[in-house]
């Protein structure tokens, strides 16, 4: 497993722009697959986007797409989530997670708020 931490979330008008950060600690980081996913109060939480370990491959669900971003550097040991034409319904806590290939996603990071007011 790897330690994920996230950073970045805050308070934005609709129609602003956030970046998240996840940082992981550990020699594999590599080796994730990576993952954004955010839980809304009283909703289940739903994957946003995800990241192959290379960064070759890249999956985001139909409503953020052509909004969010994912993208890596392995040699940082960070994923980032940019997030642009926010709207509140993008409001949740947002989390980061990493998975073996093949493998469920097993380390998560502690979430980071974000708020995007009308």
């Known amino acids: 497993q790897v330690q994920l931490v996230e950073s970045g979330g805050g308070l934005v008008q609709a129609g602003g722009s956030l970046r998240l950060s996840c940082a992981a600690s550990g020699r594999t980081f590599s080796s994730y697959t990576m993952g954004w996913f955010r839980q809304a109060p009283g909703k289940e939480r739903e994957v946003v986007a995800t990241i192959t370990s290379g960064g070759d491959n890249t999956y985001y669900r139909n409503s953020v797409k052509g909004r969010f971003t994912i993208s890596r550097d392995n040699a940082a040991n960070t994923v980032y989530l940019q997030m642009n034409s926010l709207k509140p319904e993008d409001t949740a806590v947002y989390y980061c997670?990493?998975?073996?290939?093949?493998?469920?996603?097993?380390?998560w990071g502690q979430g980071t708020q974000v708020t995007v007011s009308s």
């Open positions: 997670a990493a998975a073996l290939p093949s493998s469920p996603y097993d380390s």
